[in-house]
């Protein structure tokens, strides 16, 4: 199993471009998130999907959008990229939360927006 | 306020050492909470879950103190591979929010 996968590892941008992220996950889970990490701060959540076709809005969603067309991929867009965006993003899954859940992370991906 | 703090460190530690780690939240209703560890520019791995009567795997043990709302990480007899970045995650059912702490980061040195 490979477990959680992202595409790409690494991409620089200017400022108003777009791009999107790809994340797939080959465990059947039902939940996938994506998070930004920046320096000196916690993983943030910006979108979340709670199962195929479904998602919502986390903690930073602004500029951002989420699709979960199929239950193994989450796809993360970024419309027109601010130098704000510029994180590493990671992308998540896990089984039906309840009391105990483990989030099983991807590699992440480095975006520099210029 | 953050909904969970951590000390900032870094810890410098030798090689054999026992090191601790707190973490604060702010939430009471939190109901789950996780130490995750995180290398340098990789993704953050679940360490241990941390349970209400204290928890330990091997050279790790993890506290939880509901009353004063802290969660503790002990590490016994510090080895070079325990150099990381040590996240505090607390879950609330209301919202479903997970929280991330931003890390303690742990060098430990020969």
Known sequence: NAGVTQTPKFR?????????????QDMNHEYMYWYRQDPGMGLRLIHYSVGEGTTAKGEVPDGYNVSRLKK??????????????????????????????????GPGTRLLVL | RKEVEQDPGPFNVPEGATVA??????????????????????????????????????????????????????????????????????YHTGGFKTIFGAGTRLFVKA
């Open chain 1, 12 to 24: 620089v941008l200017k400022t108003g471009q777009s791009m999107t992220l790809l994340c797939a």
């Open chain 1, 72 to 105: 193994q991929n989450f796809l993360l867009g970024l419309e027109s990229a601010a130098p704000s965006q510029t994180s590493v993003y990671f992308c998540a899954s896990s089984k039906i939360p309840g009391f105990q859940e483990t989030q099983y992370f």
């Open chain 2, 21 to 90: 780690f707190n973490c604060t939240y702010s939430n009471s209703a939190s109901q789950s909470f996780f130490w995750y560890r995180q290398d340098c520019r990789k993704e953050p791995k679940l360490l241990m879950s941390v349970y209400s009567s204290g928890n330990e795997d091997g050279r790790f043990t993890a506290q939880l103190n509901r009353a004063s709302q802290y969660i503790s990480l002990l590490i016994r007899d510090s080895k070079l591979s325990d150099s990381a970045t040590y996240l505090c995650v607390v």
